[in-house]
């Protein structure tokens, strides 16, 4: 079995510890995972989630399903956990590369300058009707690395128009021009970094993915900070053939989207609900990947007591006063 670990925090100060599992014979190429192929394996609550309580929730699992890997996006925590438990650790794509972005730029004078402009263009023209269209988008705080991609492609598009754009929005935007060739080496990074998310995404990660992710970067014409972060997608890759050699598998799925989906319909659905009905919605997450028959809906009805949930919540089980569970 495939395992996806993650946790997220809510509202209250609560994290969700939430680990799925899918058997290996859903992983094959040109076919991405979709929530029907998962089962919720273990879904709680709590103030926090300590290396040595994930990794007894693991072992949980491990005991009916033998684990042949564990995807996550390598927190601290995470990876503490699957060291001591010797998992086999397949780390989540976006989040290696949007780290090695973050090192290559976090403290980089040209990029922290640019992100200042682009949010004093958006307080400046937030407002203004015939400035809208030229308003870059927010970037977000989560992931931020990850997610700065809109504002280049922003940029870019400002550059092309940049003859017919009238002299006041010019006179704004001239630090563009000033930072075109840096700009230009962000849009470099965002084809590798978007090209190879796509291809291992969608088609998980083999021996033939790796050349065509490999023949990719060879087709870059790389500057400095291009050529440093191509290097690390290439030690990213020899990594995954390391991870595939140990797993005796052809095939590897190497993309935690598919718990990141669970969380996002589970906020979707939570922001609705209100703050007093949220913990108690965290134990629907369990239902998310299933299409139940009325056999199967009789019985639910049948033998789920409003008791139960309401000691869970409450936390008057069995487990601790700072975690509630469900286990699949």
């Known amino acids: 079995m495939v395992v996806f670990v993650d946790e997220s925090i809510v509202i209250g100060g609560q994290k969700v510890l939430l680990i799925l599992g899918t058997p290996t014979s859903n992983i094959c190429p040109q076919k ?3 929530h029907q192929d998962m089962v919720v394996l273990y879904v709680g609550f709590g103030k926090e989630w300590r290396s040595e309580i994930i990794e007894a929730k693991l072992g949980t699992i491990a005991n009916q399903n033998p684990i042949s890997y564990v995807v996550s996006d390598r927190g601290t925590n995470l990876v503490k956990c699957f060291q001591s438990g010797n998992y086999i650790s397949v780390s989540d794509i976006t989040h290696v590369f949007a780290n090695e972005l973050k090192r290559l730029y976090e403290k980089d004078e040209t990029f922290v300058e640019f992100t200042k402009l682009i949010g004093q263009i958006r307080k400046a023209w937030y407002l203004s009707s015939e ?3 030229y308003i870059p988008p927010k970037m977000r705080t989560r992931l931020r690395f990850a997610n700065l991609f809109p504002c280049v492609d922003w940029a870019m598009k400002i550059l092309q128009q940049w003859p017919e754009l009238d002299e006041p929005i010019t006179e704004k935007l001239m630090f563009l021009k000033q930072q075109q060739a840096f700009i230009q080496t962000l849009n470099q990074l965002q084809k590798i970094f978007k090209d ?4 291992l995404k969608n088609q998980g ?3 033939e993915q790796k ?10 014409q790389a500057e400095e900070k291009t050529q440093i972060f191509s290097n690390k997608v290439v030690v990213y890759l020899e990594e995954l053939s390391q991870k595939m050699l140990q797993t005796k598998q052809e095939h590897i799925i190497c993309c935690s989207d598919i718990i990141e989906s669970f969380f996002g319909k589970f906020k979707e659905k939570a922001n609705t609900k209100g703050h007093q009905k949220l913990t108690e919605f ?4 369990a239902n998310f990947s ?3 028959n009325t056999d199967e809906i009789k019985q639910a009805l049948e033998f789920s007591k409003v008791k139960d949930f309401k000691d869970l919540i409450k936390g008057n089980n069995k487990t601790t006063k700072n975690e509630r569970t469900f286990t699949g």
């Open 211 to 220: 050349t065509k992710a490999l023949s990719i970067l060879a087709s870059i």
């Open 282 to 285: 965290v134990f629907t997450i």
């Open 290 to 292: 299933n299409n139940f």
């Open 131 to 133: 400035k809208s269209q």
């Open 196 to 199: 190879i998310c796509e291809l």
């Open 205 to 207: 990660f083999s021996m």
């Open 32 to 34: 991405g995972l979709v």
